[in-house]
C-alpha cells in the first residue's frame, strides 16, 4: 500500500508563496502521473497541476505562470511551488499518484490566502 504525505500549507498573505511537498512511500518513478488537487469550501475538487513519469506539465488555466508542479525522484518527492497566491486559492490540496489501476491519495493539506 502506497502512503503519500503532504505538508507545508499554511495561512499565507495574497501575494505570498507557499510550497507544498507529497513525500510518497514508493519510488515516484513507479508511478505513470503525480499530481495536486484542491477542493475549494463548498465546491468539488479540482484538478491543479500534474507532471507524468516522462516529465510532462499540465497545468489548470487558473494557475498557470503561478505555480509550478515538479518531483525529486531521490528523495520520492512531489512538489508545488504557489506564487502570487491569490484568495480564491484557498483550499485542501490533495496530492495523487497513479500506478496501473490503482489511483492513491493523500491526506490533504490546508491553504489559506487572506486578502
Known amino acids: 500500500q502506497v502512503q503519500l504525505v503532504e505538508s507545508g500549507g499554511g495561512l499565507v498573505q495574497a501575494g505570498g508563496s507557499l510550497r507544498l511537498s507529497c513525500a510518497a512511500s514508493?519510488?515516484?518513478?513507479?508511478?505513470?502521473?503525480m499530481s495536486w488537487y484542491r477542493q475549494p469550501p463548498g465546491k468539488e475538487r479540482e484538478l491543479v497541476a500534474a507532471?507524468?513519469?516522462?516529465?510532462?506539465?499540465n497545468y489548470a488555466d487558473s494557475v498557470k505562470g503561478r505555480f509550478t508542479i515538479s518531483r525529486d525522484t531521490t528523495k520520492n518527492t512531489l512538489y508545488l511551488q504557489m506564487n502570487s497566491l491569490k484568495p480564491e486559492d484557498t483550499a485542501v490540496y490533495y496530492c495523487?499518484?497513479?500506478?496501473?489501476?490503482?489511483?492513491?491519495w493523500g491526506q490533504g493539506t490546508q491553504v489559506t490566502v487572506s486578502s
Open positions: 514508493a519510488s515516484i518513478v513507479s508511478f505513470s502521473a
Open positions: 495523487n499518484a497513479l500506478r496501473a489501476i490503482y489511483n492513491y
Open positions: 507532471i507524468t513519469k516522462g516529465g510532462f506539465t
